[in-house]
């Protein structure tokens, strides 16, 4: 029996490509397709076909799908227009004859949300399984690797301001997804959604007492209210856009504890546990303590 052809798109960024490279690791004997808008930049892959994919060019996506049997849309962070590019790649899909769609989806989409952007992954969802093709829809919590932006300045000033509360996050690193991903891939859809998970949710001082001890200077953490944070966020400079739709976004969804189921979605579809927050830290001690 001929193994399906595999078709991993957005093969570009980090997690693509560790997808493509997860698939060669675990021997798959089928084709393995990469698509990405750039061929030049993703370069030479060993056994793997280079097309070039872009969601906003329907026809073309649809041309580069032929012959895909299984295909891993990898969300866009083209926050404002990611739906439509979405639709355009459930649509190519169709169009071209796969017949299983793989999705990253974020945690807890369902109105009401505090992200912004939580419609545009709930509309993707609901454009899959209107589709008729087979899927996997993947809701990925938060990188941990994200907290590697804002640790190393709160390990410097001694403190971590945040509105989250008692709120919980059960983190899981991009090593973990693109585990999820490629193990989603490797077997025939179930029109299933998965919460892709880290083993344990945590809250803000559970996560600094961590940092605290790994990079053996102390954190303090001092709650303050979403405005108080945004306040705090816009003095030191950052911009508008992100202090709205991440920063005091991500603290609100995670007091209102939308991010804090804690699944074995990783292991189930991989067969390994998934890493710890720890464990992720200690491996990037240098980016934590802020030094190269």
């Known amino acids: 029996m001929t193994e399906p052809t595999l078709f991993v798109g957005g093969a570009g960024g980090k997690l693509g490509r560790r997808v493509v490279e997860l698939l060669r690791e675990r021997g798959y ?5 990469a698509g990405t808008r750039d061929p030049d930049k993703l370069g ?7 097309r070039r994919a872009d969601y906003t060019d329907p026809a073309g996506l649809a041309a580069a799908l032929a012959g895909a049997d299984r295909f891993l849309i990898i969300s866009t962070d083209q926050i404002g227009t990611r739906l439509a590019n979405h639709l355009n790649a459930v649509a190519a899909a169709k169009s071209a004859g796969v017949t299983e769609l793989v999705y990253t989806s974020m945690p807890a989409p369902e109105a009401p949300s505090a992200i912004s952007f939580a419609p545009e992954h709930l509309g993707t969802e609901e454009a899959i399984k209107a589709s008729g093709l087979g899927y996997t829809i993947l809701r990925m919590t938060w990188y941990t690797e994200n907290l590697l932006g804002s640790l190393p300045g709160a390990l410097a000033r001694g403190q971590w301001y945040t509105s989250a509360g008692e709120g919980r996050v059960s983190y899981v690193s991009r090593e973990d997804c693109a585990r999820a991903a490629a193990g989603a891939l490797l077997r025939p859809a179930a029109n299933r959604t998965y919460t892709i998970t880290g083993p344990a949710a945590l809250t803000t001082r559970e996560i600094a007492a961590e940092a605290s001890r790994i990079a053996g200077r102390p954190i303090a953490v001092v709650d ?4 108080q944070l945004a306040a705090g966020a816009k003095a030191a400079g950052v911009p508008d856009f992100v202090i709205e739709h991440f920063i005091v976004a991500f603290d609100r969804n995670t007091r209102e504890r939308k991010v804090e189921a804690v699944t074995d979605a990783v292991e189930s579809l991989w067969g390994e546990k998934p890493m710890s927050v720890a464990d992720v830290l200690a491996a990037n001690r240098a980016a934590l303590l802020g030094t190269p």
């Not at 004997?29 to 397709?33: E, M, N, S, Y």
């Not at 030479?44 to 280079?50: H, M």
């Open 44 to 50: 030479k892959l060993d056994g793997v076909e280079v």
């Open 224 to 227: 303050v209210t979403d405005d």
């Open 29 to 33: 004997a089928g084709r393995i397709v």
